[in-house]
């Protein structure tokens, strides 16, 4: 998307009675825009147009279709469009034949025209009925909230795998609304002169998709075969695996790069990360994690995306836990939670054991965050660093797997191998010095202190193991 194109932004509200606003005298006025000046018509009429710069600043209740569309504007920046115009349509019911209705249609062409707009962005998935009947009557592009965000995944992907994963998906969304998209495919004609192959082209393209999605879907089941075969050469090693999941733009890149000190990107805008990442992390118990960055989710995410991002996903599904990263500071808190939950439903990952993680805690009040709101959840600023300690011992509290074990050596000090492992993997609560023997009293996950019995010869091990309670 050009960073030139000018974009008129149509919210859609069915959680009220319709609007009366839309009248016939707001259709004809908004219809008559481009040829009277703005100060020559009255507030009422126009009290659904939004300017960026008023939308921009403009306060709005959460679960209301203002919030909604606040969103679907960052949605839009993130594309790159400018937005000279906002509308909300509200309606009980929404129009089979072109989503609005038709006053409201006529108001939407009036904008279009008053702000020489080349772009209708909506908020809400159109058929392919409604997609064509919308471009015919407002003679300029028009895409749906599905559409502009697999723009916003092309414009982000970086990785080969990322590109297979976004060029599948968008050929997903473009087959069934390959009919009458565009004057240059071949039709036929009602007049001498005018007979044509007809629908030869629509279905050549038709065959032209199909084809390369099948070749799209082969190459990343190569991916994922490759990811299986990584994933099986760490599981021979029992690191266990920590995933970041979360709302889109709730801090996931932030805090990932705090916790594990990579440099990722990390943006306002949102889809940043599309690519996963994997980097290790040291826990307080000096047992090692695999942390994974992922997709952020959204409100409404196309199902045609979390079919093809499931190579992408396959690390949430194999995470031994979840660290679901909430915008602490947002809004529509709760909503976004329950955005997530159901996307994770839909990964057959809602059974996996998960930690809430409430970031941007620089921006609350200190009183909220001693209040506690939620119950066992850590407050962090991946900002500040406030909380990641925290955050750290409540990971290392819920693992399960490779449980911390604690035990009492008996090493020679000559077994500089052992006991440079010990010093690198566990940690040291005692340790006595005999002759050339040291006492080590320590807490190991039993993994490393399987490894270290079997590499020892003749060192002694007093039967004095359980597990941390720690």
């Known amino acids: 998307m050009a960073v030139t194109e000018r974009a008129v932004l149509v919210g859609v509200d069915l959680a009220g009675p319709a609007s009366q606003r839309a009248t016939a005298r707001q259709a004809r006025a908004a219809a008559d825009a481009a040829t009277h000046p703005m100060d020559d018509r009255e507030d009422e009429s126009f009290a659904a147009i939004l300017p960026e710069s008023v939308a921009a600043s403009r306060p709005f209740a959460p679960g209301t279709s203002d919030e909604l569309l606040a969103e679907f504007r960052e949605l839009v920046r993130s594309a790159g469009a400018q937005i000279v115009a906002e509308v909300i349509q509200r309606r009980q019911r929404l129009d089979a034949a072109t989503l609005v209705g038709t006053g409201k249609l006529e108001e939407i062409r009036g904008i279009v025209l008053l702000h020489e707009a080349n772009l209708v962005l909506v908020d809400h998935e159109l058929s392919p009925t409604q997609l064509r009947n919308l471009e015919d009557r407002l003679e300029c592009r028009v895409l749906d909230r599905t559409q502009l965000i697999l723009d916003i995944f092309a414009s982000h992907a970086r990785t080969r795998e990322g590109q297979l994963q976004v060029e599948c998906a968008q050929l997903e969304y473009m087959l069934p609304r390959l009919a009458g998209r565009g004057r240059a495919m071949s039709q036929l004609g009602g007049g001498i002169g005018t007979r044509g192959p007809g629908e030869t082209q629509l279905e050549t393209d038709r065959r032209r998709i199909q084809r390369r999605l099948v070749h799209l879907r082969e190459q990343l089941d190569a991916v994922r075969r490759v990811r299986r075969q990584q994933r099986q050469r760490r599981e021979a090693v029992p690191v266990p695996t920590v995933a970041l999941v979360g709302y889109t733009n709730a801090g996931k890149s932030s805090l990932f790069n705090r916790l594990t000190g990579a440099q990722v990107l990390s943006s306002s805008r949102m889809f940043a990360t599309l690519d996963p990442k994997l980097r290790a992390v040291e826990l307080p118990s000096r047992r090692r994690i695999?942390?994974?960055?992922?997709?952020?989710?959204?409100?409404?995410?196309?199902?045609?995306?979390?079919?093809?991002?499931?190579?992408?996903l396959e690390e949430v599904e194999r995470a031994e836990i979840l660290l679901h990263v909430r915008d602490a500071a947002s809004e529509s808190f709760q909503e976004q939670k329950e955005q997530v939950e159901r996307v994770l439903a839909e990964l057959d990952a809602?059974?996996?054991?998960?930690?809430?993680?409430?970031?941007?805690?620089?921006?609350?009040?200190?009183?909220?965050?001693?209040?506690?709101?939620?119950?066992?959840?850590?407050?962090?600023?991946?900002h500040t660093g406030y909380g990641i300690d925290d955050l750290l011992r409540a990971i290392d509290d819920a693992l399960t797997s490779d449980p911390m074990v604690e035990s009492v050596l008996h090493l020679n000090q000559a077994d500089g191998a052992t006991l440079a492992a010990l010093e690198a993997g566990a940690v040291i609560l005692d340790r006595e010095y005999a002759g050339n023997m040291i006492r080590m009293r320590l807490r190991a996950p039993a993994s490393l202190l399987g490894r270290m019995t079997k590499a020892r010869s003749g060192a002694s091990t007093e039967d004095s193991s359980h597990v941390s309670k720690d």
Do not use: W
Request: charged share 15%; aromatic share 6%; net charge neutral.
């Open 350 to 382: 809602a059974q996996i054991p998960r930690i809430e993680v409430l970031n941007k805690a620089d921006l609350l009040d200190p009183a909220q965050i001693a209040a506690g709101a939620v119950v066992g959840a850590v407050y962090v600023s991946a």
């Open 290 to 312: 695999l942390l994974s960055d992922t997709v952020g989710f959204i409100r409404n995410l196309p199902h045609m995306l979390v079919s093809s991002f499931r190579a992408t």
